[in-house]
């Protein structure tokens, strides 16, 4: 999309510049360029010159009227780039939680093209924008005599002004605080609007919030008074305010719903989280961010809330990339980008990088998605930006999944070719596994898996000993002996680190080649590497070994399959996969999975006994037609044939945990999961006491007995189970990988499990987490040397693996978001029952029962006869708010009152919301209220 040569040209002769201006200013400029290479300045204080169809105005033109301290931070950004090859060495920084990292480093283009020339596209593109949004400025002053307007844009005709209910109702989302928006209580200079100028929205002829949705996109940029970022600190400042406690840092979190609010959670967690309240304060972080807070002056908290402003950013982990679709401004003479996701600001765009004919028929693009990379930041209200790719259609299945894919930083990038010298030269088992591996090739091994899996991971057996015990074996895929440690092949697996799975299509972690060579297939002989437990009737476990083995399966079961076996006393044979093993019968299969389940519920009862909780939420799957559309959706069950496989994993884990880190107590690779925040699980707790529920949260085992209590097993109990299960959703943290060097025995536990210790070892083809635990193991047991991996590498690989593992869960609930908004945009009306979690002034928050989906409901889009009547009940310091809705009489029905408060369920009507995968919904009359 990009002209190449004339940008490369016209930043060449922006470099070179005037050589008599050069000469004139040279000892001037020295000192200076030296002073503010020593501390980074703000980037919206930089000059930047336009860039006109690829050439460049003059230099003497260029530099007329701007300042002197402004040409310096000019020619330093030159020199920086001159040196730095397009890396920001101002930037580079031990990061505490990884290696260095490089701020602003993103290669989206293949390794192959020059990363210098990138910069200089970069660079160029980042000058005419920011000199575009300064003409605008200056047109914008000369027109209303040289003031400022508070609901002034940088580019002509997008508006920035935040209506008050947009900030009255929003709710911390994302593990902030969640809370009625006090904006407009203090009368602080950055605080917004109060609620008091609420002006009441146009209702469009659905009555669906769509003008709410067009409000959004007008504030997204929230006024700040004209106001700019703040330069941030010298690194040596940094250091200095982080070691005398000035100074606080964190990962930052922003509200979705309502992007100028943050948070970043502090080292006690009982305590409120760091509350950033404007983009000014943000200072130009992103989500995930690593960052440096400064807290301001006690009289400027929010209700005791800290409050703080960003002053550094240690680790740009957000990409700067989003999607998005373009858009002329009103003149038609600039293009604006505008993120799906409102965290990421708008971005004026340059024509250099848009698609060609764009601004002769910017109409044939309406429908059409682009990722846009974040060059800059100068201004609060609007980015410097660049298109990046042309992404496709807009609610195109295809195209919507790319941008999925691309959104959240997915590598789906193909294995190269040259790769295959990395795979396993032979075909089959190496006749020398046979001497040391333990063989079962004749024993009844069979796997149970969803019905359409085919990277088969773990195998389960189970027979009766001449004790009249049992021989329990959990047999998993040697996945590690496949791939080799330290290969282009291995690097490229562990960056991916885990497979993805969407509602399309699967994208591996490993070669598609080495995925079926490792695959536990029926009939096929196998590497694995096993645990096997000694175990009673009761479920006792009285001994374990480990072993490498040799294995092959006898079946490949569904897990309806092992379900029917589990309720149907006589099945029929027929009914079954094939028997492919001559060893293993039906009838033993059978009996072995029956006593596998009788052994799993004592296991469970155990765990459950000593704390271990299960946070379930409605999870989606799709049948797909002949054209790839969504043609059903079902709720996945947990029955007994899951639960069975997942409890006999999950000792296997534990196992091997405790093994690996009493032999490398150092280097084990392992996984824990810390408490909820405490204060938010108290004001769960507070919240749900009102309405007569109560929990216990002293620890994990009277929060689970607490779940149990209220689960009733009918309508009623469901109904409860979701609205509790969402509510105690919020205060849980994310489990995560770590080096066992890293942190005390004392905090290795897993909490939602009740466990000491915990790892990850049972999906290899999946999960790059499991081969490092593999490489650990075979090593303890005597079959490879001691890995000489440094505890920095094992940390930066359990980092890589956390935020890829998050990524492809987010990548798979959008996939799941998308093929639903699908599907219901195609079956209208789409009417679903809703259970409420959270009642506001002017809205209030369900969760529909069919679908699991979270939906929020404004007032203002009732329909126009329909009655609404707020009223707040405080119990100490909670505010419970209620809304009574009055539906009018009709010539078949009467008016009928649907109070909507706390768990009650509501009925609602769902759609797509415009142009996003997300659903937007309006309440509908109730069926089954008693009329008025």
Not at 468 to 495: Q, R
Not at 877 to 889: A, E, G, H, R
Request: glycine content about 6%; aromatic content about 6%.
């Amino acid at each position: 999309m990009m002209n190449m040569d004339d940008v490369q040209t016209g930043l060449e002769k922006m470099r070179l510049g005037s050589t008599k201006a050069r000469t004139n200013q040279n000892k001037r400029d020295k000192k200076d360029v030296e002073e503010s290479s020593s501390c980074p300045s703000s980037p919206s204080s930089s000059t930047t010159t336009p860039i006109v169809n690829g050439k460049m105005k003059k230099t003497r033109r260029k530099m007329k009227g701007v300042s002197h301290q402004a040409r310096i931070e000019l020619r330093s950004k030159i020199i920086a780039e001159q040196c730095a090859a397009g890396i920001d060495m101002e930037n580079i920084i031990d990061s505490p939680t990884g290696p260095k990292h490089i701020n602003g480093k993103i290669e989206p283009q293949p390794k192959e093209q020059s990363s210098t020339k990138a910069t200089t596209i970069c660079t160029a593109q980042s000058e005419q924008a920011t000199e575009i949004i300064q003409q605008k400025q200056k047109k914008s002053k000369k027109k209303r005599g040289g003031g400022s307007s508070k609901n002034e844009s940088p580019v002509k005709g997008v508006s920035t002004k935040v209506t008050a209910n947009a900030v009255g109702q929003s709710v911390g989302v994302g593990g902030g605080a969640v809370h009625e928006n006090h904006v407009g209580k203090k009368k602080n200079k950055e605080n917004l609007q109060s609620s008091a100028d609420v002006t009441p929205r146009k209702k469009n002829k659905k009555g669906s919030g769509k003008n709410h949705h067009d409000r959004q996109l007008n504030h997204h940029h929230v006024q700040e008074d004209d106001s700019k970022f703040e330069p941030y600190l010298c690194k040596d400042e940094v250091v200095k305010g982080l070691a005398d406690g000035t100074l606080v840092k964190g990962v930052i979190r922003i509200n979705p719903k309502f992007h100028t609010e943050a948070y970043v959670t502090r080292d006690d967690k009982s305590l409120q989280d760091y509350y950033i309240g404007t983009l000014t304060e943000r200072n130009k972080a992103l989500e995930g961010d690593v960052v440096v807070l400064r807290l301001k002056p006690e009289e400027q908290w929010r209700d005791e809330q800290p409050r703080a402003s960003v002053v550094y950013i240690l680790e740009k982990v957000h990409p700067r990339l989003s999607v998005g679709q373009l858009s002329m401004s009103k003149d038609k003479k600039g293009v604006i980008f505008k993120p799906r996701d409102k965290r990421v600001p708008f971005m004026t765009v340059l024509e250099v990088s848009l698609p060609a004919n764009y601004m002769k028929n910017p109409h044939k693009f309406a429908n059409t998605l682009f990722m846009g990379q974040l060059i800059d930041w100068p201004v609060p209200k609007f980015g410097v930006g660049s298109i990046t790719e042309n992404i496709g259609k807009s609610n195109d299945l295809l195209a919507e999944t790319r941008a999925i894919l691309l959104e959240h930083q997915v590598n789906f990038a193909p294995f190269p070719p040259d790769f295959d010298i990395f795979l396993p030269k032979f075909k089959g088992i190496p006749i020398k596994e046979y001497s040391y591996r333990e063989n079962l090739t004749e024993e009844c091994v069979f796997t149970i898996d969803p019905l359409t899996a085919k990277d088969l991971d773990d195998a389960v057996s189970c027979k009766r000993l001449e004790n009249g015990n049992y021989e329990v074996g959990v047999h998993i895929a040697d996945v590690a002996f496949h791939l080799a440690e330290n290969t282009p092949l291995d690097e490229m697996v562990c960056s991916k680190a885990t497979t993805t799975y969407l509602v399309d299509n699967v994208y591996h972690m490993l070669p598609q080649e080495l995925c079926m060579m490792c695959s536990l297939l029926p009939g096929k002989e196998n590497l694995a590497f096993s645990v096997f437990w000694e175990m009673d009737d009761d479920g006792e476990v009285l001994k374990h070994r480990f072993a490498r083995t040799i294995i092959k399966s006898c079946c490949k079961l569904a897990y309806e399959h092992a379900q029917d076996i589990i309720e149907n006393a006589s099945p029929v044979a027929s009914d079954f996969p094939d028997i492919l093993n001559d060893c293993a019968t039906f009838v033993e299969v059978c009996e072995a999975v029956r006593t596998l389940n009788r052994l799993a519920h004592r296991l469970r009862e155990k765990r459950v006994k000593n704390g271990a909780i299960r946070i379930d939420q409605i999870k989606l799957g799709f049948t797909l037609d002949g054209n790839g559309d969504p043609d059903s959706y079902y709720v996945q069950q947990m029955r007994d044939a899951n639960r069975m496989i997942e409890d006999f994993m999950l000792l296997a884990n534990m196992t091997v945990a405790r093994r690996i880190h009493d032999d490398f107590p150092q280097m084990a690779f392992l996984r824990c999961h810390d408490e909820p925040n405490g204060r938010m699980l108290s004001d769960v707790k507070r919240t749900l006491e009102i309405i007569g529920i109560h929990i216990g949260i002293e620890d994990s085992s009277a929060l689970s007995q607490s779940l149990i209590k209220y689960d009733t097993g009918d309508y009623l109990g469901y109904v409860r189970h979701v609205a509790i299960n969402h509510m105690l959703a919020k205060p849980m943290v994310r489990a995560e990988y770590f080096c066992a060097d890293d942190r005390c025995v004392s905090d290795f536990r897993h909490f939602a499990l009740a466990v000491p210790i915990y790892t990850h070892f049972t999906s290899p083809i999946r999960r790059y987490p499991d081969v490092m635990v593999h490489r650990l193991l075979s090593a303890s047991l005597g079959y490879t040397p001691k890995p000489d991996w440094p505890v920095a590498r094992i940390r930066e690989i359990a980092d890589n693996c956390n935020k890829q593992k998050y990524n492809a869960k987010r990548a798979g609930e959008a996939s799941v978001d998308l093929y639903l908004a699908h599907y219901i945009e195609k079956r209208q009306p789409f009417h679903d029952d809703a259970v409420v979690v959270a009642v506001q002034e002017k809205s209030f928050d369900a969760i529909t029962l069919n679908t699991g989906s979270q939906i929020r409901i404004y007032s203002n889009t009732f329909e126009e006869a329909v009655h609404c009547h707020t009223e707040c009940n405080t119990y100490g310091d909670k505010q419970i708010w209620k809304m009574n809705v009055i539906f009018p009489s009709g010539e078949d029905t009467n008016a009928v009152l649907q109070v909507v408060e706390l768990f009650q369920v509501v009925q609602v009507a769902l759609n797509r919301k415009d142009k996003t995968n997300k659903l937007e919904a309006r309440l509908i009359r109730p069926k089954h209220v008693k009329s008025l």
